[in-house]
């Protein structure tokens, strides 16, 4: 018998620890930060003493902690506590619940909202700035689109920026006009970023704020490990990285945070931050740069011109060859590259760059990925396998873009070619999940439900896009642990569970391998633990006596 004791004990007739396609009956023994012994009630007993606390979940799902491999937190968190226009079914309605919301913020000087899409809504023509001047004359209104690269403003907004019939777009944005020059309200891109950078401008006391509440509804979904993917503003991430910095050492991240500062050419702070603080729950883990934008606007950038507007096919977000300069360096330098890539020249620009790194600095264990992957030429897929490159995609994105407003865009031949799951892990590739927080909810469920139903934007059941590219439960359970563990080359302690690697463990409260897939979503995280400590439990959950 040995002499150490567990301080936690989990067992489950409904284990699945990622080393198989399914669950197994097991037991689980936690101590300290690590996971110390798995096996059959009878192995793990010798483990239990008097001050363990042991929970027995019966059939109930026990599996590693999810790792979100593209999200961003604090965008996320504001957006969280801004008002949601998702479900608005027309601008007149979107701008009422602005209005109720408005309502209740009297005191801040910007209203903010998100996630409308006029794809959905009943005129599905674009919003206009008048539709928020009549009710909001004097205050400033920004209000993203749910995809998060182009926005509906109102004047005051438009006049704070200093932006009018004269302003000129910036370099990879669009200042949207009407047919006498003036702005219509929509900013896309850089011209979005543009009043995102005086909108988001928050108190030291309201950040901190907003990463408990991540941190909170991060431990209440089940992910216990995040990727932190540049969104706006040059320096914002590391400024954000502070804030984590101050929580890591105050011992109060109960989410491992991955950070991704922009690809910029520009590498001795990002070297600084990242070679001289790197925690088990936070480290600078390479860095991400935007190559297009997104199909929705017509800023994603395509092979062949869109089929409802030819012609555009789009434009990169910088000049090719400014972008595989920064990423040969940068390869060069041992940074990870992440590369936002939907449409499918931007993909194609993505893999040329990486093969370009490979070329010049040899080939390692880089690890690089391209982010989202929506639309891809067949040609291109087995070469994300060919690079070593990991191909991260947010299956909930599938059902969050309008179908039929989507293949418009884009037209039949290369919807085929859509959320491409399951052709790209076939080739051989390794596929890492994630959710794209706030585009989307932190719901890891979400993910899996759609990367295993793929019903689209419908909510139908019978309205499956590209069933061939389904994946199994058991895939896209990996590809949101173990996957995106390897992504951050820490598959070594993360990702599965085993005895020796960090106690990052979620239970569910029903085994998704015996339910009907469509009743995926509806899973709730009854425990969350974190470095072998729980962050979140259900009122419902108990401990059992130890076994003595």
Do not use: C
């Not at 041992?334 to 080939?363: K, S, W």
């Not at 596929?431 to 794209?436: H, I, N, Q, T, V």
């Amino acid at each position: 018998m040995t002499n150490a004791k567990a301080t936690i004990v989990l067992s489950s007739n409904a284990v699945f620890t990622g080393l198989h396609d399914h669950p197994i009956p097991a037991s689980i023994a936690i101590a300290g930060s690590q996971i110390i012994a798995v096996g059959t009630e009878s192995d793990i007993q010798p483990w239990i003493g008097s001050e363990t606390a042991v929970y027995n979940f019966g059939d109930q799902l026990i599996m590693p902690g999810f790792h979100d491999f593209h999200l961003h937190v604090m965008i996320g968190s504001l957006f969280k506590d801004s008002v949601n226009l998702f479900h608005a079914h027309s601008e007149e309605e979107a701008v009422e619940l602005v209005r109720q919301f408005a309502e209740s913020r009297p005191n801040d000087e910007w209203i903010i909202g998100t996630s409308w899409d006029s794809s959905h809504w009943e005129s599905n023509r674009l919003p206009h700035r008048s539709s928020l001047d009549r009710v909001f004359p004097d205050r400033p209104v920004y209000l993203p689109h749910y995809e998060g690269h182009f926005s509906w403003v109102n004047s005051k907004a438009l006049e704070m920026l200093k932006i009018d019939h004269q302003t000129e777009n910036p370099p990879f944005g669009e200042i949207a006009k009407d047919e006498n020059g003036e702005p219509t309200g929509i900013l896309y891109e850089q011209a979005s970023q543009l009043v995102a950078n005086v909108a988001f401008q928050l108190s030291k006391e309201k950040s901190s704020q907003l990463l408990r509440d991540f941190l909170s509804y991060a431990a209440s979904v089940g992910v216990t490990s995040v990727n932190d993917l540049y969104a706006m503003g040059k320096d914002r991430l590391l400024e954000n990285f502070a804030l984590f910095k101050e929580f890591d050492e105050k011992n109060e991240l109960t989410a491992r945070i991955h950070v991704f500062p922009a690809l910029n050419g520009e590498f001795d702070r990002v070297k600084e931050f990242r070679d001289s603080y790197r925690s088990s729950r936070l480290q600078i883990a390479g860095l991400k740069q935007f190559v297009d934008g997104v199909v929705t606007g017509h800023t994603a950038y395509m092979l062949e011109p869109y089929s409802d507007r030819p012609e555009t096919r789009g434009e990169t977000t910088f000049p090719a060859e400014t972008l595989k300069k920064w990423i040969v360096d940068a390869d060069a330098e041992g940074f990870r590259i992440r590369l936002h890539a939907l449409g499918d020249g931007a993909v194609r620009l993505a893999l040329d760059a990486y093969e370009e790194a490979q070329r010049t600095n040899g080939t390692a264990d880089a690890r690089h990925a391209i982010e989202h992957i929506e639309v891809i030429h067949p040609e291109d897929i087995p070469r994300i396998h060919e690079l070593g490159v990991i191909a991260s995609m947010q299956p909930e994105h599938l059902a969050a873009a309008e179908r039929s407003m989507y293949v418009a865009r884009i037209g039949s031949e290369r919807e085929t070619y859509t959320f491409p799951l399951r052709s790209i892990q076939a080739a051989g590739a390794t596929l890492a999940l994630g959710s794209d927080f706030p585009v989307v909810p932190l719901e890891p469920m979400l993910e899996i439900f759609r990367a295993v139903t793929r019903i689209d934007s419908s909510g139908q059941e019978e309205s499956v896009w590209n069933p061939q590219e389904r994946i199994t439960l058991a895939e896209a359970l990996r590809a949101y642990t173990l996957h995106s563990a390897y992504g951050n080359a820490r598959e070594h302690e993360l990702g599965t569970l085993e005895p020796g690697k960090l106690a990052d463990v979620v239970v569910l409260d029903t085994n998704l391998f015996a339910i009907p897939e469509k009743e995926i979503k509806d899973a709730k995280v009854l425990l969350t633990i974190v470095d072998g400590k729980i962050v979140h439990k259900a009122d419902t959950v108990s401990t059992n006596p130890p076994l003595l």
